[in-house]
Protein backbone atom coordinates (compact mmCIF):
# COMPACT_ATOMS: atom_id res chain seq x y z
CA UNK A 1 0.00 0.00 0.00
CA UNK A 2 3.29 2.36 0.69
CA UNK A 3 5.73 2.60 -1.51
CA UNK A 4 9.13 4.30 -0.47
CA UNK A 5 10.81 7.78 -2.36
CA UNK A 6 14.05 6.33 -1.50
CA UNK A 7 13.75 3.24 -2.43
CA UNK A 8 15.03 1.83 -5.55
CA UNK A 9 17.37 4.41 -6.01
CA UNK A 10 19.11 3.53 -9.55
CA UNK A 11 22.95 3.30 -9.17
CA UNK A 12 23.65 4.74 -12.56
CA UNK A 13 21.19 6.83 -14.59
CA UNK A 14 22.24 7.87 -18.05
CA UNK A 15 19.37 10.34 -17.70
CA UNK A 16 17.00 11.64 -15.02
CA UNK A 17 14.38 8.79 -13.64
CA UNK A 18 11.36 10.60 -13.77
CA UNK A 19 8.28 8.93 -12.05
CA UNK A 20 4.80 10.36 -11.55
CA UNK A 21 3.58 8.72 -8.27
CA UNK A 22 0.06 10.56 -8.29
CA UNK A 23 -1.79 12.84 -10.67
CA UNK A 24 -4.89 14.12 -11.90
CA UNK A 25 -6.40 16.59 -13.77
CA UNK A 26 -4.51 20.10 -13.03
CA UNK A 27 -1.63 18.52 -10.54
CA UNK A 28 1.19 15.91 -11.33
CA UNK A 29 3.06 14.50 -8.09
CA UNK A 30 6.47 13.73 -9.20
CA UNK A 31 9.69 11.97 -7.68
CA UNK A 32 12.88 12.95 -9.68
CA UNK A 33 16.24 10.78 -9.94
CA UNK A 34 19.40 13.09 -10.48
CA UNK A 35 22.67 11.83 -10.66
CA UNK A 36 24.72 14.29 -11.71
CA UNK A 37 22.92 15.83 -13.79
CA UNK A 38 22.53 19.03 -15.48
CA UNK A 39 20.36 21.07 -17.63
CA UNK A 40 21.73 20.79 -21.12
CA UNK A 41 23.58 23.95 -21.89
CA UNK A 42 22.07 26.97 -23.13
CA UNK A 43 18.08 24.93 -21.97
CA UNK A 44 15.93 26.67 -20.10
CA UNK A 45 12.60 25.34 -18.61
CA UNK A 46 9.56 27.48 -19.11
CA UNK A 47 6.62 25.71 -18.42
CA UNK A 48 2.86 26.08 -18.14
CA UNK A 49 2.01 24.98 -14.65
CA UNK A 50 3.51 26.21 -11.52
CA UNK A 51 6.06 24.00 -9.70
CA UNK A 52 6.70 23.28 -6.02
CA UNK A 53 10.09 21.14 -5.58
CA UNK A 54 12.26 20.14 -2.99
CA UNK A 55 15.48 17.88 -2.14
CA UNK A 56 15.17 15.15 -0.35
CA UNK A 57 18.74 13.67 -0.46
CA UNK A 58 21.39 14.67 -2.28
CA UNK A 59 22.00 18.51 -3.47
CA UNK A 60 21.40 20.75 -6.35
CA UNK A 61 22.11 23.96 -8.22
CA UNK A 62 18.95 25.87 -9.37
CA UNK A 63 19.27 28.87 -11.49
CA UNK A 64 17.17 31.58 -12.30
CA UNK A 65 17.59 34.30 -14.62
CA UNK A 66 18.40 36.60 -11.51
CA UNK A 67 19.76 34.59 -9.09
CA UNK A 68 21.38 31.17 -8.30
CA UNK A 69 20.31 29.18 -5.06
CA UNK A 70 21.80 26.34 -3.76
CA UNK A 71 19.19 23.49 -2.49
CA UNK A 72 20.28 20.56 0.43
CA UNK A 73 17.79 17.88 1.98
CA UNK A 74 14.66 19.69 2.74
CA UNK A 75 15.18 22.58 0.97
CA UNK A 76 11.95 23.78 -0.95
CA UNK A 77 10.98 26.35 -3.36
CA UNK A 78 8.03 27.65 -5.69
CA UNK A 79 8.94 28.31 -9.54
CA UNK A 80 5.54 30.15 -10.49
CA UNK A 81 4.98 29.08 -14.28
CA UNK A 82 6.72 31.01 -16.78
CA UNK A 83 9.80 31.49 -14.32
CA UNK A 84 12.79 30.59 -16.75
CA UNK A 85 15.13 27.56 -14.48
CA UNK A 86 17.50 25.39 -14.70
CA UNK A 87 19.38 22.92 -13.18
CA UNK A 88 22.87 23.74 -13.08
CA UNK A 89 24.41 21.18 -11.13
CA UNK A 90 23.34 17.90 -8.66
CA UNK A 91 25.84 15.54 -6.86
CA UNK A 92 27.82 13.56 -8.78
CA UNK A 93 28.64 11.04 -6.01
CA UNK A 94 25.16 10.46 -4.58
CA UNK A 95 21.83 10.66 -5.98
CA UNK A 96 20.19 13.22 -6.00
CA UNK A 97 16.08 12.99 -5.41
CA UNK A 98 13.59 15.56 -5.85
CA UNK A 99 9.71 15.75 -5.19
CA UNK A 100 7.87 17.93 -7.37
CA UNK A 101 4.41 19.11 -7.33
CA UNK A 102 3.15 20.52 -10.28
CA UNK A 103 -0.13 22.25 -10.81
CA UNK A 104 -2.26 25.01 -12.19
CA UNK A 105 -4.24 27.91 -10.92
CA UNK B 1 13.93 32.56 -1.85
CA UNK B 2 14.24 28.80 -0.16
CA UNK B 3 12.56 27.66 3.04
CA UNK B 4 13.29 24.01 4.84
CA UNK B 5 10.95 21.41 5.52
CA UNK B 6 13.04 20.80 8.55
CA UNK B 7 13.69 24.22 9.93
CA UNK B 8 12.02 25.86 12.92
CA UNK B 9 10.48 22.31 14.22
CA UNK B 10 8.63 22.87 17.84
CA UNK B 11 10.07 20.76 20.83
CA UNK B 12 6.56 21.07 22.27
CA UNK B 13 3.53 21.23 20.64
CA UNK B 14 -0.26 21.14 22.29
CA UNK B 15 -1.88 20.64 18.75
CA UNK B 16 -0.72 19.44 15.50
CA UNK B 17 1.24 22.33 13.77
CA UNK B 18 -0.22 22.57 10.34
CA UNK B 19 1.43 25.10 7.49
CA UNK B 20 0.57 25.57 4.22
CA UNK B 21 3.46 25.88 1.91
CA UNK B 22 1.63 26.00 -1.28
CA UNK B 23 -2.11 26.48 -2.72
CA UNK B 24 -4.10 27.04 -5.31
CA UNK B 25 -7.68 26.10 -6.40
CA UNK B 26 -7.61 22.34 -6.46
CA UNK B 27 -4.86 22.02 -4.76
CA UNK B 28 -3.02 22.23 -1.06
CA UNK B 29 0.64 21.32 -0.32
CA UNK B 30 1.50 21.09 3.42
CA UNK B 31 3.59 20.54 6.56
CA UNK B 32 2.10 19.24 9.50
CA UNK B 33 4.55 18.51 12.52
CA UNK B 34 3.03 15.69 14.92
CA UNK B 35 4.65 15.43 18.48
CA UNK B 36 3.01 12.30 20.05
CA UNK B 37 -0.18 13.46 18.08
CA UNK B 38 -2.84 10.94 17.13
CA UNK B 39 -6.55 11.20 16.18
CA UNK B 40 -8.69 12.03 18.86
CA UNK B 41 -10.64 8.41 19.50
CA UNK B 42 -13.58 7.59 17.49
CA UNK B 43 -12.42 10.12 15.14
CA UNK B 44 -12.03 9.42 11.55
CA UNK B 45 -11.15 12.09 8.89
CA UNK B 46 -13.54 11.70 5.35
CA UNK B 47 -12.20 14.41 3.19
CA UNK B 48 -13.52 15.67 -0.52
CA UNK B 49 -10.31 16.14 -1.46
CA UNK B 50 -7.53 13.04 -2.22
CA UNK B 51 -4.47 13.34 -0.08
CA UNK B 52 -0.79 12.20 -1.28
CA UNK B 53 0.91 12.16 2.13
CA UNK B 54 4.54 11.28 2.79
CA UNK B 55 6.39 10.88 6.57
CA UNK B 56 9.96 12.49 5.74
CA UNK B 57 10.68 12.14 10.08
CA UNK B 58 9.78 10.27 12.29
CA UNK B 59 7.46 7.65 12.13
CA UNK B 60 3.38 7.20 12.51
CA UNK B 61 0.72 4.71 12.14
CA UNK B 62 -2.43 4.98 9.85
CA UNK B 63 -5.27 3.74 10.38
CA UNK B 64 -7.67 2.97 7.58
CA UNK B 65 -10.75 1.02 7.85
CA UNK B 66 -9.47 -2.57 7.09
CA UNK B 67 -5.80 -1.99 7.70
CA UNK B 68 -3.15 0.05 9.44
CA UNK B 69 -0.03 1.08 8.06
CA UNK B 70 2.95 1.98 9.86
CA UNK B 71 5.40 4.96 7.91
CA UNK B 72 8.97 5.88 8.48
CA UNK B 73 10.80 8.18 6.07
CA UNK B 74 10.13 8.31 2.81
CA UNK B 75 6.96 6.17 3.19
CA UNK B 76 4.26 7.49 0.84
CA UNK B 77 0.53 7.00 0.74
CA UNK B 78 -2.31 8.21 -1.87
CA UNK B 79 -6.14 8.33 0.26
CA UNK B 80 -8.46 8.74 -2.22
CA UNK B 81 -11.25 11.15 -1.13
CA UNK B 82 -13.59 9.92 1.14
CA UNK B 83 -11.17 6.81 2.48
CA UNK B 84 -11.98 6.81 5.97
CA UNK B 85 -8.67 6.93 7.78
CA UNK B 86 -6.84 8.07 11.33
CA UNK B 87 -3.50 8.42 12.52
CA UNK B 88 -3.46 5.80 15.65
CA UNK B 89 0.21 6.97 16.65
CA UNK B 90 3.13 9.26 16.41
CA UNK B 91 6.54 9.37 17.72
CA UNK B 92 6.39 10.54 21.02
CA UNK B 93 10.01 11.34 21.58
CA UNK B 94 11.02 13.21 18.20
CA UNK B 95 8.67 15.39 15.93
CA UNK B 96 6.97 13.38 12.75
CA UNK B 97 7.63 16.03 10.08
CA UNK B 98 4.58 15.34 7.19
CA UNK B 99 4.20 16.76 3.75
CA UNK B 100 0.55 16.59 2.22
CA UNK B 101 -0.49 17.14 -1.02
CA UNK B 102 -4.45 17.58 -1.12
CA UNK B 103 -6.30 17.55 -4.92
CA UNK B 104 -9.45 17.39 -6.46
CA UNK B 105 -10.17 15.79 -9.75
Not at 16 to 23: I, K
Not at 44 to 48: A, I, L, N
Given at each position: MTANLFADLPTALPD????????APGVCIER?????HASPPGF?????QHEWI???KGA??????????????????TIPAHTRHRVEWTTPDVPTVWLAVFYRE
Open positions: ELVQVLAAIVSHGWYDQDVVLARLKFEDVEIEMHPGDFV
